[in-house]
């Protein structure tokens, strides 16, 4: 078994050659999801786990998560040598370990080293939770973090409402009298913020940190139009007589009733749309292209154009499910995610590091444990107050 270790990390490292890619892949063509070699790995996870709860999360990770982040094995010389029923085999080698990272492996190091590792910050961030400002059409401003359960207001035949678990709903009551030109109710996520809406057609949005949706009290006329600006997962009542359209920067996205995500941050190279059911049709620039369930379509203001591609949509969605998934991620863009969802300002102190990551961890850990894990991957940090340096 230790042999299958050692090719297990040399894999997560990129340094297996193809005689020991086709060794490991044999080993869980054969064993799969039972592989002696998870069992050796819960046991190390466990033994070092510093207390209950890290504990707790080391084996709901172990039992109840066992997922895979897309296989990595994409290089040429892989595709050369192995059959593809080999590659498909590959999903049983990353595994989702709860608050502990695949990076841990891919490093080499124990947790007893990693653990006792020199330590730049004394405090700790909180993950994100239920923050958001909403800004109704009146001017009127409602904190939803501090507003109680119940109804927040009423406007033109719409009920706001808010119910136990935090989620504000906007049901119609009556006939919206409002006449004039449509104005748009606004909300908005800050950094380490997060928050579920319904509209009032009942198309349900899980908005991201740092974001914002305006939306109309109901929706009018032929179309039923929401502008986006960061991140959004969208399930939208089916209407085939108003299509629902969102605009998100230089792209416009058409839908009749189905699921997809949008992201639309301005520190992003790309707004990238994914859709997991249905068919949207996007436009941007002189672009325009409709997706199918398992395809992302991405616009560049650059290149003025989109590219669709199949994807792993469990990945672009895994946000809105409570985790972060890295897939040969670079360090800038963990960090913006970071810097979202744990209110942090970045800054880069030397040179930067140029490691990928690969695996997932929930969203609701503290920074100190997503900092312990990426300190695995030789980067250091220092936290002061919101400021997080990260060292050469």
């Not at 608050?99 to 910050?121: C, D, H, M, P, Q």
């Not at 199918?292 to 591609?309: L, M």
């Amino acid at each position: 078994m230790g042999q299958i270790r050692k090719l297990y990390v040399k894999y997560l490292q990129g340094n297996s050659s193809a005689e020991e890619l086709a060794e490991l892949m044999r080993h869980f063509e054969k064993y799969g999801e039972k592989s002696p070699l998870m069992a050796l790995i819960e046991n190390e996870l466990l033994q070092e786990a510093p207390n209950t709860e890290d504990s707790e999360e080391v084996k709901e990770g172990l039992s109840k998560n066992y997922a895979v982040l897309q296989a990595r094995l994409t290089t040429k010389d892989a595709k050369k040598t192995l059959p593809l029923w080999w590659i498909s085999a590959a999903a049983c080698l990353l595994i989702a370990i709860g608050a502990v990272w695949v990076a841990y492996f891919s490093s080499g190091e124990n947790i007893k080293e990693l653990s006792t590792a020199k330590k730049y910050y004394t405090h700790d961030l909180p993950a994100a939770s239920n923050k958001a400002i909403l800004t109704l059409e009146n001017g009127k401003e409602i904190s939803l973090n501090d507003s109680s359960e119940g109804v927040l207001a009423q406007n033109n035949g719409i009920s706001i409402q808010k119910n136990k678990d935090g989620q504000v709903t906007f049901v119609l009551k009556g006939t919206d009298t409002n006449n004039e030109r449509t104005k748009y109710n606004v909300i908005s996520t800050p950094k380490g913020g997060k928050y579920d809406i319904v509209l009032s057609d009942g198309t349900k949005v899980y908005l991201n940190a740092s974001s914002s949706l305006k939306f109309p009290n109901s929706f009018k006329g032929n179309e039923r139009t929401v502008i986006l600006t960061g991140e959004a997962f969208f399930e939208v009542s089916k209407n085939k007589k108003m299509p629902f359209i969102v605009n998100a920067s230089s792209m416009k996205i058409k839908v009749l009733g189905t699921h997809f995500n949008v992201m639309a941050y301005e520190d992003e190279k790309n707004i990238q749309t994914t859709l997991v059911e249905g068919a949207v049709e996007l436009k941007g620039g002189k672009g325009k292209a409709v997706l199918k369930p398992g395809e992302q379509g991405s616009f560049s203001n650059q290149d003025n154009r989109i590219d669709v591609a199949p994807v792993d949509v469990s990945i672009a969605t895994a946000w809105k499910d409570g985790y972060f998934v890295f897939d040969n991620s670079n360090l800038q863009e963990v960090m913006r995610q970071l810097a979202r969802w744990y209110d942090l300002k970045i800054v880069y102190d030397g040179h930067l590091p140029e490691s990928e990551f690969n695996g997932r961890i929930k969203r609701s850990s503290s920074l100190k444990k997503v900092l312990r894990v990426l300190e695995s991957n030789n980067v250091n940090f220092s936290l002061n107050g919101n400021t997080l340096t990260i060292k050469s």
